[in-house]
């Protein structure tokens, strides 16, 4: 990758990605450590998820009129770290919702705005994007094992130190970056702008499929761990499962670019929801055998990995030059609203329905995306 700063770029995605690592896992189980119940321990989750239906959008804008995008990634994350250290001040309800609207206000606006510099490095190198993302997923793994069995021997309560050491990367791989800019495509930077190309076909139908698939993902991130540890298994073998996915995910991505020429973005995506749809079937009904368990986390390789990627391509090639940050920024807001939907759902869910029926919703969430990405007259040009 001559010329490339790969180790820069992908420095930045293993601390991103370690931040996610050391919330999705275990910030359900932190709540219940402080005694909230599981309706409480919902909407928690779900706030910060709801702020992606705002903060993005937001950021997008002032990236794409400013072109000051490093700018806001490098305050985005200084600011996210100063808001979460409020966490310290009370563990009231109230106050912690307020906390977790705060930091995720400024996290959200981080990825979407880093992820059209990475392109912008990449130029047409685009197929590349997940050899440098796949240091995120090792991240996330280096989160999760590492933050399970600190937990596991220190306990929950030195949880919001570790966050905030992670966050610290963040800020200091930020200011590692270089900048770059979006190569002008006129063929659709004079197209009639952002709303236009929206209305374009198979566009609008693909950000409806992220935010199904998202909320098909609400139990997974906000109960799968207190869901193990109630069926008995320890956190660091929790932590070891959630890695594993993430394996699967990285094995993935070094495959990403020969599956993207070999299949289309359509066919990619209609597997990866496919299969998602399977995997939550598993997880509500069979988690207790721990080789079906394993099973169900490899398929993390679909569930996120090439959805992600095949999401991704997509919205770099449906977006002008001018239009990059509003993209990236919908395709967030959208996994923000459904992830949001998701996480409440699940939380009154289990407490009136249980594992099964909320992981069962899940799957029909998940097979409602495959059925309308699948549509042929939805296909996207790319």
């Known amino acids: 990758m001559t010329g490339l700063p790969y180790w820069r770029l992908s420095g930045f995605y293993l601390f991103y990605f370690a931040l996610l690592g050391s919330t999705a896992p275990f910030l359900g189980l932190y709540f219940d450590h402080l005694g909230f119940s599981a309706e409480r321990i919902g909407e928690l989750v779900a706030i910060p998820m709801l702020m992606r239906c705002l903060a993005p959008n937001l950021w997008g804008w002032l990236g794409d009129a400013t072109g000051q995008r490093l700018l806001i990634v490098r305050i985005g994350a200084l600011c996210t770290l100063l808001s979460f250290s409020l966490i310290f001040y009370s563990k009231s309800y109230a106050w912690l919702a307020l906390v977790m609207a705060l930091h995720a206000f400024f996290w959200h606006a981080v990825l979407p705005q880093f992820e059209v510099i990475t392109l912008a490095h990449l130029r047409e190198q685009a197929s590349r994007y997940s050899q440098i993302r796949l240091w995120g997923s090792i991240g996330f793994i280096l989160a999760v094992v590492g933050l399970g069995t600190l937990m596991e021997r220190l306990g929950l309560g030195i949880y919001p130190v570790a966050v905030m050491a992670v966050m610290t990367g963040i800020v200091i791989s930020s200011a590692w970056v270089p900048n770059a800019t979006p190569e002008q495509r006129p063929e659709l930077d004079g197209n009639g702008g952002f709303l236009r190309q ?157 594992p099964l029926w909320t992981f069962a919703i899940a799957s029909l969430a998940a097979l409602a995306a495959a059925v309308i990405i699948a549509v042929p007259k939805q296909e996207n040009r790319a």
């Not at 995910?249 to 990619?268: D, G, K, T, W």
């Not at 997509?314 to 992830?339: E, I, K």
């Open 198 to 354: 929206l209305r374009q076909p198979g566009v609008f139908a693909f950000f409806i499929c992220v935010g199904l698939m998202q909320a098909s993902h609400g139990p997974y991130y906000t109960f799968f761990s207190i869901h193990l540890e109630a069926l008995g298994y320890g956190r660091g073998t929790i932590g070891l499962l959630w890695a594993l996915g993430v394996v699967a995910e990285i094995l993935l991505f070094l495959v990403m670019a020969p599956l993207l020429a070999r299949f289309s973005l359509r066919q990619v995506l209609v597997a990866s929801f496919m299969l998602a749809a399977i995997r939550w079937l598993i997880l509500g009904t069979l988690a207790d055998h721990l080789a079906v368990l394993l099973i169900a986390q490899l398929m993390h390789a679909a569930t996120f990995g090439s959805f992600h990627a095949a999401a991704i391509h997509f919205v770099q090639r449906s977006f002008g030059h001018r239009q990059q940050g509003q993209g990236q920024a919908l395709y967030a807001t959208l996994a923000g609203v459904g992830g949001a939907l998701g996480a409440l759902y699940s939380g009154y869910s289990w407490a009136s329905l249980g």
